[in-house]
T-cell receptor, first 113, second 114 residues
Framework: GDSVTQMEGPVTLSEEAFLTINCTYTATGYPSLFWYVQYPGEGLQLLLKATKADDKGSNKGFEATYRKETTSFHLEKGSVQVSDSAVYFCALRDSRGNEKLTFGTGTRLTIIP | KAGVTQTPRYLIKTRGQQVTLSCSPISGHRSVSWYQQTPGQGLQFLFEYFSETQRNKGNFPGRFSGRQFSNSRSEMNVSTLELGDSALYLC?????????????FGPGTRLTVT
């Protein structure tokens, strides 16, 4: 079945550091890929998405590129802020018309001033 | 436009009881999905409803059920609660239609079973 593997956390960085959170997936066909963010006590917010190979999703300084050849969708940000502290989830939606999202285990990010 | 709303936000129940959670999707969204989030199992898909019909179901026992009303509002029910049902239950809505992949999540209902 489909699966998403995320970089183990927690991740602690200093403000203005470069961020990478790795995400790889297993799925048949061409799934759509997403990054969601969860702030304490809240639900999930869609951060960015990519629906086909080589697409780059971007939002709020975060970027991720859909790499079919390496089945990856790594999240990056050039300069993190304290307000970026949250849990980040990588997810996929399969290409068979099934609206179910399959999530990774989440990566807790803490940014230190 | 108002986001997805879920009620109640917090709930404490006793083992063996049943519970009903409610979700109101974003106006105009016709698809509603439910997810369970626990520290051990992470985020797991429960079911999806579209136009009052269940379209997909995850690997949960029959104690977990749901329904959707004509105004797209959805409820999920858990009968004979077990301690392991303690979780954050998240509802997500989607516009539905070609190219509408994004699911928008509500804040969740935190269920504690004692």
């Amino acid at each position: 079945g489909d699966s998403v593997t995320q970089m183990e956390g927690p991740v602690t960085l200093s403000e203005e550091a470069f961020l990478t959170i790795n995400c790889t997936y297993t799925a048949t066909g061409y799934p759509s890929l997403f990054w969601y963010v969860q702030y304490p006590g809240e639900g999930l917010q869609l951060l960015l998405k990519a629906t086909k190979a080589d697409d780059k999703g971007s939002n709020k300084g975060f970027e991720a590129t859909y790499r079919k050849e390496t089945t990856s969708f790594h999240l990056e940000k050039g300069s993190v802020q304290v307000s970026d502290s949250a849990v980040y989830f990588c997810a996929l939606r399969d290409s068979r018309g099934n609206e179910k999202l399959t999530f990774g285990t989440g990566t807790r990010l803490t940014i230190i001033p | 436009k108002a986001g997805v709303t879920q009620t109640p936000r917090y709930l404490i129940k006793t083992r063996g009881q049943q519970v009903t959670l409610s979700c109101s999707p974003i106006s105009g969204h016709r698809s509603v999905s439910w997810y369970q989030q626990t520290p051990g199992q992470g985020l797991q898909f429960l079911f999806e409803y579209f136009s009052e019909t269940q379209r997909n179901k995850g690997n949960f026992p029959g104690r977990f059920s749901g329904r959707q009303f004509s105004n797209s509002r959805s409820e999920m029910n858990v009968s004979t609660l077990e301690l392991g049902d303690s979780a954050l239950y998240l509802c997500a809505s989607r516009l539905a239609g070609v190219g509408s992949y994004e699911q928008y999540f509500g804040p969740g209902t935190r269920l504690t079973v004692t």
